[in-house]
């Protein structure tokens, strides 16, 4: 059976989220590898045992996979982000011509992004692109096993759970985590995943 493994993840010191922040948040993410796991381990098991008596279990189990499953891909958009440093916005590639061909500017899309992010509750704001329809859409998911859209590539993706930052900030003041998220952001690791997106 194939075992999945945390990656590892070289973030520099960042401006506004300690490394304390970042310890907390990984081990977060290796839970989820650890999960995933375990459930698929449970599923196989029960399977061997006797798979009409604990059919049930069995869909149950299967059930919670999507949690655990996109928690730890979600993560692994995340984290790449701060890699190698923080670089200059995107202004004039074809990133910002796509974007600012669906949200009228750059400037308007990175206030439409940061608005999203401040959504009541917890979740993702993503920019992903829509294959199909060639265009970008930013958008919130509460809970990343429900909600997520098919189909789409994942260009930008900033964690909105209160784990991400209450090492550093109190839930009021998660506007100061948003702002601390695009001041590290590596715009090339968007840059990049566009590019590999277009095909």
């Given at each position: 059976?194939?075992t999945?493994?945390?990656k590892?993840?070289?973030?520099?010191?960042?401006?506004g989220?300690?490394?304390?922040q970042?310890d907390?948040?990984?081990a977060?993410?290796q839970?989820?590898?650890?999960?995933?796991?375990?459930?698929?381990?449970q599923?196989?098991?029960l399977?061997a045992?006797?798979?009409?008596?604990?059919?049930f279990?069995?869909?149950?189990?299967r059930r919670r996979?999507?949690?655990?499953?996109n928690?730890?891909?979600?993560h692994?958009f995340?984290?790449p982000?701060?890699?190698?440093g923080?670089s200059?916005?995107?202004r004039?590639s074809a990133l910002?011509?796509a974007?600012?061909q669906k949200?009228g500017?750059?400037?308007?899309f990175i206030a439409?992004?940061k608005?999203?992010?401040?959504s009541?509750?917890?979740?993702?704001?993503?920019?992903?692109?829509?294959?199909?329809g060639?265009?970008p859409?930013i958008?919130?998911?509460?809970?990343?096993?429900?909600g997520?859209?098919?189909d789409?590539?994942?260009?930008?993706?900033?964690?909105?759970?209160e784990?991400?930052?209450?090492?550093?900030?109190i839930p009021a003041?998660?506007?100061?985590?948003?702002?601390?998220f695009?001041?590290n952001l590596?715009w090339?690791?968007?840059?990049?995943?566009?590019?590999?997106?277009?095909?």
């Open positions: 059976m194939h999945y493994e945390p590892s993840f070289d973030i520099p010191a960042l401006d989220i300690s490394q304390k970042i907390v948040h990984l977060l993410y839970g989820y590898v650890k999960h995933i796991n375990l459930l698929r381990e599923i196989a098991d399977t045992v006797d798979p009409q008596k604990y059919a279990a069995i869909e149950s189990t996979i999507g949690f655990e499953f928690g730890m891909r979600m692994e995340y984290f982000q701060w890699e190698g923080s200059d916005e995107s004039g910002d011509a974007v600012s949200y500017s750059w400037d308007n439409h992004f608005q999203v992010g401040m009541r509750g917890s979740g993702w704001c993503t920019l992903v692109w829509d294959v199909a060639k265009t859409h958008y919130w998911t509460a809970d990343h096993e429900l997520t859209l098919a789409v590539k994942v260009l930008l993706a900033m964690d909105m759970w784990h991400a930052y209450m090492v550093d900030y003041e998660k506007a100061k985590h948003v702002e601390a695009f001041k590596n090339q690791a968007v840059e990049n995943r566009f590019a590999q997106a277009q095909g």
